[in-house]
């Protein structure tokens, strides 16, 4: 189109110039969307703010070394002991434990999904993983419950199978589907070069996958484990339902209560330091989040670089 | 090719192979084991008494509507609340923000909101709402707790979709004179109206699947609430998860359980549906 064809009516003479209270409507939806998008940075003080502030008081009273590393949970005593070491110690296990089975099977799923799979298997195979993620806890839980525990009750001939090993076989399954996500993404960024390369080299499909395909997206697989952690850790209605729920110390086949399930057990019905030592555990468990938290961002950022 | 290669590495190789795809096939049974399991226990006990009704120590009946409306005023209390939060959030990112650092401060708080696990919500609106705001234990308490809860998701989803909104509709848009809000509103959301759809979605579900954050802020009743009451300070209920979670646990009824877990996966299934077809349909270009 040539320039010339433009009417030239169009072209104000006078220069832009709104009025007064448009731009003043301007202003405002400004500010509202500004404190909109500081809104999510608001939250996350509040929530520091107020777990900092109901957790402290309880463990000044305990004292720092007896809250942490005390391995007696015995709020009701006598003598009331506010250890917490066994709950932290049976999140870690259990988490680990999750770790160990789910890991594996996801990163292979993953690899299945993206690398071997045809569209129409791979489609169904990523539904499922879909319609996973969305499975509330609570039916994970009851699964457990009626499924895995009498199960284990009985293959390794236990009066009660709900124990740390029936948790860590829930969790293991809950955390799949955010492993099996974060580790296809990870794959699929994978440069199909590499891949060419050690084909061209006579490598085997399977040998290429295994030793050029998943070291390369080795970073990007921690990630799936860091966010797995993240799940696991995190995880409470499930657990409570399949890990019997008594403040012992860990133990595979004993019944254990996790940080998690320390806080929701007891909220309904405890008052005073008991229930400011338990806000002083979701205050842990808030920690070990950040942690895990800081760990994936610098993972992601390595990663992209 | 093959016939070169040595014969431990042809065994490596499908041993390895094998092992993909048993893993891959146990997963889709385990699904698909769980799914069968809790329909065939569940559905058996899903009645229209059952649906409708509420459960009675007297008569000895089971039903779990006060259960289904309050999942439903919490939802609706819930997307309320956070939808213009969220995609204001969102746009503000995408469209306003200039400064690199607060945008990045930004997406760190919301990365880190979604990383927070949900009985920490719990015990965090149970001191915020329900004590500090005194707003008792109640469904508003809980929707707010999920308002915190959802809004990275519904951030993410609408921001990602924001983000493939051509320049040239927000140039033409401001070429034609319009203000920034203004195009923003008539010329940039409604492209970006399959994003906003799809983290609705999603934000349903979480809200159904939740349960760990409802414990403490929402109560555990089970009478029906009107809507006027569902908003009102005492208005305390249980939803459909945490419904389940008591019948299971304290009740040991689990018949009970097994039919809500049904309608629960049911529930699921056709949001995750949904989810897909509404990315599907309303993504732009496709109507062309």
Known sequence: MKSETIPAVHIQQ???????????FEKIMRVLFSVCGFIAVGFVVVITIFLIISGVPAIKEIGLTEFLFGTKWLPTAD????????????SVYGTFGAILIGVPLGILCAVFLTKISGKRIGGAVSGAVNLMAGIPSVVYGLVGMIVI????RENFGLPD????????????VMILPSVISVSETALNAVPKEFEEASLALGATKTETIFKVTIPAAKSGILAAVVLGVGRAIGEAMAVMMVSGNVANMPKIFGSVRFLTTAVASEMSYSSGLQRQALFSIALVLFIFIMVINLVLNLVIKREKK | MNENISCARKIKDSILKSLVWFSAAIICLLLAGMICFILVKGLGHISWKFLSSKTSLLNGTVGILPNLLNTLYIIIITLLIVLPLGVGSAVYLNEYAKNKKAVRLIELATETLAGIPSIIYGLVGMLIFVQFCSLGTSLVAGAFTLVIMTLPTIIRTTQESLKTVPDSYREGSLGLGAGKSYMIRTAVLPSAIDGIVTGCILSVGRIVGESAALLFTAGMANEILNPAQAVSKGGAGSTLTVSMYMYAKERGDFDTAFAIAAILLILTLLLNISAKSAAKLLKRGDNK
Not at chain 1, 14 to 24: G, T
Not at chain 1, 79 to 90: A, D, R
Not at chain 1, 161 to 172: D, E, M, Q, T, Y
């Open chain 1, 149 to 152: 525990v009498p199960t284990v």
């Open chain 1, 14 to 24: 006078k220069p832009l110039r709104r009025n007064f209270s448009a731009e003043i």
């Open chain 1, 79 to 90: 003598t009331p002991k506010y250890g917490i070491m066994p709950f932290v110690l049976s």
């Open chain 1, 161 to 172: 199978g709900a124990n740390l090993f029936s948790a860590i076989l829930v969790l293991a």
